[in-house]
Nanobody, 115 residues
Framework: QVQLVESGGGLVQAGGSLRLSCAAS????????MGWYRQVPGQQRELVAT???????VYADSVKGRFTISRDNAKNIVLLQMNNLKPEDTAAYYC?????????WGQGTQVTVSS
């Protein structure tokens, strides 16, 4: 079992920055890929960025050049640095981990970007 706890969401003006953090606990040795997804009410959850254990990164086109995902395997933390935020980035952001063929999700943290 893996537990994920996100933090760092909040309210920010357009053009501002936020950093999300996700701390993993439990069977962290089994985690390979970690990532961030986001969801707006009434819409499907969508990929924001993922990072492998070897730090291979994938970004959604909408966040390339603005968001950076990083990972500290020793501390079992994955970070999402979000710069130049836009109102369309407003969503609940969820941390996701893949471990032993299972998918784990955090409880989510709200990011709201005002125009």
């Amino acid at each position: 079992q893996v537990q994920l706890v996100e933090s760092g969401g909040g309210l920010v003006q357009a053009g501002g920055s936020l950093r999300l953090s996700c701390a993993a606990s439990g069977s962290t040795f089994s985690i390979n890929n970690m990532g961030w997804y986001r969801q707006v009410p009434g819409q499907q959850r969508e990929l924001v960025a993922t990072i492998s254990r070897g730090t291979y990164r994938v970004y959604a086109d909408s966040v390339k050049g603005r968001f950076t995902i990083s990972r500290d395997n020793a501390k079992n933390i994955v970070l999402l640095q979000m710069n130049n935020l836009k109102p369309e980035d407003t969503a609940a952001y969820y941390c996701r981990a893949l471990a032993n063929g299972r998918t784990y999700w955090g409880q989510g943290t709200q990011v709201t970007v005002s125009s």
